[in-house]
């Protein structure tokens, strides 16, 4: 609650008086945040990659190359080229619906070990950072034009009774899936931080 606090009173400071440093103050608490969420991510991946037989690992990257995540129904840029093009508040609302898209399957990550038991309550902090970047960036533009749309279901049957080889098969897949997404996140959060800076060079 106190680091809401101390987020609320970074926008406030930052609408009032000096919008471009205090915005950069938290974009950089953001983007602290899901570098964070990231290495999280590719731990818990490469920790259960680890796990996994040489044949299971094989087959298992086949799979999800066949596959895809449920985060791919929400529009994002296709490419470096489109991210760069992209307007702070549609790089920020991208972000917001990522991670608002694994608030419920995170759970399903949790448990086990401390790193694991981070990830909700980090995903949660990484919410309401953006939500916050979002309202001091909108200038009265609508925050979503339809949020009906982006209820996304649960990872397919992930919590439903499985048999072994499923159950494998869907760990892995939300695994990398939360990896790719949290990668995402970092770089749609990193180039709209960077927009505060004219001179900076934002190429990825």
């Not at 979503?144 to 072994?164: E, H, I, K, V």
């Amino acid at each position: 609650m106190d680091r809401v606090v101390l987020l609320l009173s970074v926008v406030s400071l930052g609408v009032s008086s000096q919008p471009i440093t205090d915005g950069q103050r938290l974009f950089s608490i953001a983007v602290s945040r899901v570098q964070h969420l990231h290495l999280l991510a590719q731990r818990l991946f490469s920790d259960f990659e680890s796990s996994l037989q040489t044949e299971e690992q094989r087959q298992l990257n086949k799979i999800f190359l066949q596959d895809f995540c449920n985060s791919d129904y929400i529009i994002s840029p296709i490419d470096k080229h489109e991210t760069q093009r992209s307007s702070v508040l549609k790089l920020l609302s991208i972000s917001y619906r990522l991670v608002e898209s694994w608030e419920f399957p995170s759970r399903s990550l949790s448990g086990g070990s401390a790193p694991r038991n981070q990830i909700f309550p980090k995903l949660s902090e990484l919410k309401t950072g953006i939500l916050l970047l979002i309202r001091a960036n909108q200038d009265g533009a609508e925050l979503f034009p339809d949020t009906s749309a982006l209820q996304l279901a649960p990872y397919g049957n992930y919590y439903q009774s499985l048999g072994a080889d499923e159950s494998l098969r869907r760990t892995y897949e939300l695994l990398a899936c939360f990896k790719k997404d949290m990668h995402k996140v970092e770089t749609y959060l990193t180039v709209a931080k960077c927009r505060l800076s004219p001179e900076a060079n934002c190429t990825l």
